[in-house]
């Protein structure tokens, strides 16, 4: 006798795509406007807590994670390893959940850092921080979409969402990481 689903894919099974799709588009803008008003909402801060500093580091770590186990979760999809992929892809979604809170924390704390670098640097800085936000709006409910339709059993639309949220999520994890980068080298 085989063991029963899990109640949670049960009831996302019963859910509607259309259902699931204005869902997760409106949780999503949610989110973003919060974001958006954690980071812009408020002036600088005039004491900010030592353990802040760390922060960014931490988040370059979690996001180079999540791009590490996006790259792992492919090639175990393209061996037809499923329960691999699944596990890759569950661990990059905790990195990126794990960095989406401490990115929240710092800027709530520290507010929004200065770019100090000049000249061609700063133009190449800017096209990337300015593609990664714009992709991480766009990113987040792909992921959301692909992680429903994966959980409810709907794989061939699965595979038809996570096309496009692979090459994007991958982007925005690793341009994470390119403007920590840029920002400690001219900082």
């Known amino acids: 006798m085989a063991a029963p689903a899990p109640i949670q894919l049960l009831a996302l099974k019963e859910t509607s795509p259309?259902?699931?799709?204005?869902?997760?588009l409106g949780v999503s803008a949610v989110a973003l406007l919060v974001l958006v008003g954690v980071i812009y909402g408020h002036g600088r801060p005039t004491e900010i807590p030592a353990w802040v500093s760390w922060l960014p580091a931490l988040n370059a770590t979690l996001n180079a994670t999540s791009a590490l186990f996006l790259?792992?979760?492919?090639?175990?999809?393209?061996?037809r390893d499923i329960v691999t992929h699944s596990r890759r892809m569950l661990v990059s979604l905790g990195a990126s959940t794990l960095f989406l809170v401490s990115y929240i924390v710092y800027h709530s704390v520290h507010g929004?850092?200065?770019?100090?670098?000049?000249?061609?640097?700063?133009?190449?800085y800017f096209f990337i921080l300015i593609s990664h936000i714009g992709?991480?709006?766009?990113?987040?409910?792909?992921?959301?979409?692909?992680?429903?339709?994966?959980?409810?059993?709907?794989?061939?639309?699965?595979?038809?969402?996570?096309?496009?949220?692979?090459?994007?999520?991958?982007?925005?994890?690793?341009?994470?990481?390119?403007?920590?980068?840029?920002?400690?080298?001219?900082?």
């Not at 790259?71 to 061996?79: G, H």
């Not at 639309?157 to 403007?179: K, Q």
């Open 18 to 24: 259309k259902k699931a799709t204005f869902l997760i």
């Open 112 to 124: 929004d850092t200065k770019f100090a670098g000049q000249g061609l640097v700063r133009t190449v």
């Open 71 to 79: 790259v792992l979760a492919y090639v175990a999809i393209r061996r």
């Open 135 to 187: 992709l991480s709006a766009v990113a987040l409910p792909l992921v959301f979409l692909s992680l429903f339709f994966s959980l409810s059993g709907r794989f061939p639309r699965h595979r038809s969402i996570a096309r496009y949220t692979l090459p994007i999520w991958l982007y925005v994890s690793v341009t994470g990481v390119v403007v920590f980068a840029l920002l400690r080298a001219t900082g």
